[in-house]
């Protein structure tokens, strides 16, 4: 028998595009709602997990359902949170708000994130986030150097055509 988190993997890749609700998780891989949380979480860092509203595959409730991402041609989770923040330069983004954006699973956000990091395109800070407002670490785009220099020049003509 396995980890919970192996048998949510196994459960999850065996269903391929099809979304299930955390009370249905939690029947047929006979755990709490905590432990499909905690599992839904740490598979999320594994393969990447979208999350949405929708209907459940097994009882067909509309709920937040959660299944592994078929992603066509979205691309990976780290270029969809890479394209949001870029997108939206000069607002920060918590990793919940970005999960909900995107519809992603919070680990997989988290793993998009931790691959980033490193990234001259981002920017993580601790201040509020754009999204929900909570004073947290967030992730924000960071416009090439190229860019930011372009915008001061372009400024610096522009004033002082004004002066003149």
Do not use: Y
């Not at 993997?9 to 047929?28: I, P, V, Y």
């Not at 509309?62 to 949001?84: F, I, W, Y």
């Not at 407002?133 to 372009?154: E, M």
């Amino acid at each position: 028998m396995g980890s919970d988190v192996d048998n949510m993997m196994t459960f999850l890749r065996q269903h391929g595009n099809q979304r299930f609700c955390s009370t249905c998780l939690a029947f047929e891989l006979t755990l709490s709602f905590q432990g499909v949380d905690s599992a839904l979480a740490t598979v999320g860092q594994q393969a990447a997990l979208t999350e949405s509203r929708g209907h459940c595959a097994i009882c067909g409730r509309r709920a937040l359902v959660t299944g592994c991402e078929s992603n066509g041609n979205n691309g990976s989770p780290e270029e969809r949170v890479l394209r949001l923040v870029l997108d939206h330069v000069g607002r920060f983004f918590c990793h919940a708000c970005v999960a909900r954006r995107l519809e992603l699973n919070i680990g997989t956000v988290q793993k998009a994130v931790w691959g980033l990091r490193a990234s001259s395109e981002v920017r993580i800070d601790d201040t509020a986030c754009s999204g929900c407002g909570r004073s947290q670490f967030v992730l924000g785009g960071v416009l090439p150097q190229d860019v930011r220099k372009a915008i001061v020049t372009v400024l610096l003509t522009v004033a002082n055509v004004l002066r003149r």
